[in-house]
Every structure is written in C-alpha cells, then in structure tokens.
C-alpha cells in the first residue's frame, strides 16, 4: 500500500499537501455525507488520508486491529472469509462509494473478514475519532449510517435466503448478474463481468465447491445465458 499523501510514499514520510478541497467535493458526492455542513466535511477531509492498492493487495486480514473504515475511490474489493475446512467464501464484492470496515466505527474489535483488491484501488482511509466526532453533531450523518448499515444487514439476510432456497446454477445466475451491474463491460452480444474470474473465485462468492460451479457454468452455456473467453464469463443479452 501507499499512503498518497500524509503519509509513504516509496518508504519516505512527507508532509500533507492540498487536495482539501477536492476530498471535501467528494464526500459531499456521496449519500452518506450529504446532510454534513462544510466545517464536518472539511475535518473529515483533512483527516482522511488517500491510500492506493495494487490488484490482489490486502487491505487488511481478520484479526487485524480495527480503528479505520475506507470508503472506494477507484477500483472494487472483495471480502471474504477463510473456513476452517480453508475453503474461502466470498462474503461480497464492493465498489466506488461503498465502504469497508465500518463495523470499526462502533466496536474496539478486531477485524471481522479479510478485505482484498480484485484491481488497483484508490480509497479514502478515516479514523474512528474523526467519524465519531461528526457522528456527535450531525444527526443528519447518524441516520444516514443507519440506513447505510440496514442495506449491508438486508444484503446479508438475502444472501443467506439465496443459499438455503436456490440451486447451484440459480446462486450463480444470481451473482454474475450483480456483478454485470456493478462492473459489466458491454459487448456486441452481451455484458463481460470484469475483471476475468477463476471457477474457485465464483464458487467463493455463491459458497459452494469449484467442480459444483464447473458443472453450472457448463449448464448455464449448453442454457445459452453465458458464454466463456478464456477466464472472462460473458452474461448473454437476455439475462
């Protein structure tokens, strides 16, 4: 990781320059910091440091001490978690305006899942004391981070229903259109899921075994709703 400003670059400490201005546009782009007046905006900006990752970098691992959140710039994470089988299960997929560690902001707990880049990501990294401080002067802000977390809880109840009441094939139909949504490239005859996905990565995010997703990608094409380039899954138009 590199800190872009306040923080390392290429190992060297340098102080905090400008980009104030731009940071405070930006959050005040995003839902959850709209009801925010211009002096929270500004402390969250000159408080919030500017990290970049490479692709298939750790943002940060389970277990690992938790006092930031950071909120997508560019690029998209996964998280997920390892069983104790060391099967690993994606718990979800997150992009530009969403936000990752925020469990951090309420409890002095370690890390509950592993968080990893699937490409090179630019995020903006707060500390708990900065959020809270806002948190004690905006109710506008409070509320806006309840609805935020009800959608994360909504998610998860969804996903669990998904597991229990769909097949394979459906759990996996289900996820690549999502990921069409969040990051699909279009093509003449549909939408490429980008960026290219291993069998073991989608089994990871619709908790099942390589060999099952083998077997419904196969059923899924012989279905015409998707077609294979390589590691790229394309969603065919129709689906």
């Known amino acids: 990781m590199h800190w872009v400003d306040g923080g390392i670059i290429g190992g060297y400490n340098r102080p905090m320059q400008g980009g104030i201005a731009e940071r405070v546009a930006y959050l005040r782009s995003l839902p959850l910091f709209r009801g925010l007046s211009d002096d929270a905006l500004r402390h969250l900006a000159r408080e919030a440091r500017c990290c970049r990752f490479c692709p298939g970098e750790a943002i940060f691992y389970r277990e690992d001490p938790g006092s930031t959140c950071h909120i997508i710039k560019r690029g998209r994470v996964r998280v997920f978690l390892i069983g104790s089988d060391g099967r690993e299960v994606a718990v ?6 969403d936000i990752v560690g925020e469990m951090a902001l309420f ?20 500390h708990r004391d900065a959020l809270l401080y806002c948190l004690r ?12 977390l009800s959608a994360r809880v909504r998610y998860a109840t969804e996903e669990v229903e998904g597991l229990a009441s ?4 459906e759990r996996l139909m289900r996820r690549l259109r999502k990921l069409a ?16 996905m291993t069998q073991q990565e989608l089994a990871a995010l619709v908790g099942t075994s390589r060999e099952s997703v083998n077997r419904a990608l196969v059923q899924l094409r012989r279905q015409g709703k998707v077609r294979m380039e390589g590691g790229w899954v394309v969603l065919l138009d129709g689906e």
């Open 92 to 97: 979800r997929i997150l992009g530009p305006g």
């Open 137 to 148: 002067n905006s109710p506008a802000l409070a509320l806006s981070l309840l609805r935020y």
């Open 107 to 126: 409890e002095d707990l370690p890390r509950s899942a592993n968080v990893e880049t699937l490409e090179a990501t630019q995020t903006l990294e707060l």
């Open 166 to 169: 769909l097949t394979v094939s």
């Open 181 to 196: 949504e969040w990051s699909g490239m279009p093509v003449p005859d549909g939408v490429r899921i980008v960026p290219p």
